[in-house]
């Protein structure tokens, strides 16, 4: 079964940093885009980043433009998302999913895999 987890959510204070990871299994990473998105207490799920299998091209919402950086290493089959100067509204639970392809619109609907989510809270 084609499996990711992601690792490194938890509690930072605003201006923190955190570094997630996303570990793909089952399958080869090289042929998959990867994109984050979050999910926060009466929202909708919305994109973040992503990074595409072809070139490595990155894409990134408005919201965390100049504070987050996602990045790839398919010899290790895992995808990372820097997040600095994090702030409150960061809040969420995050998740990692692959596609043939980066969208980040329409929450993900056209990814294929999800992980299971990490938490992730910016609270002084």
């Known amino acids: 079964q084609l499996q990711l987890v992601e690792s490194g959510g938890g509690l930072v204070q605003p201006g923190g940093s955190l570094r997630l990871s996303c570990a793909a299994s089952?399958?080869?990473?090289?042929?998959?885009?990867i994109g984050w998105f979050r999910q926060a207490p009466g929202k909708e799920r919305e994109g973040v980043s992503c990074i595409s299998s072809s070139d490595g091209r990155t894409y990134y919402a408005d919201s965390v433009k100049g504070r987050f950086t996602i990045s790839r290493d398919n010899a290790k089959k895992t995808v990372y998302l820097q997040m600095n100067s994090l702030k409150p509204e960061d809040t969420a639970v995050y998740y990692c999913?692959?596609?043939?392809?980066?969208?980040?619109?329409?929450?993900?609907?056209?990814?294929?895999?999800w992980g299971q989510g990490t938490q992730v809270t910016v609270s002084s």
């Open positions: 089952g399958f080869t990473l090289d042929y998959y885009a």
């Open positions: 999913a692959a596609v043939s392809s980066c969208s980040l619109s329409q929450g993900g609907l056209r990814y294929d895999y």
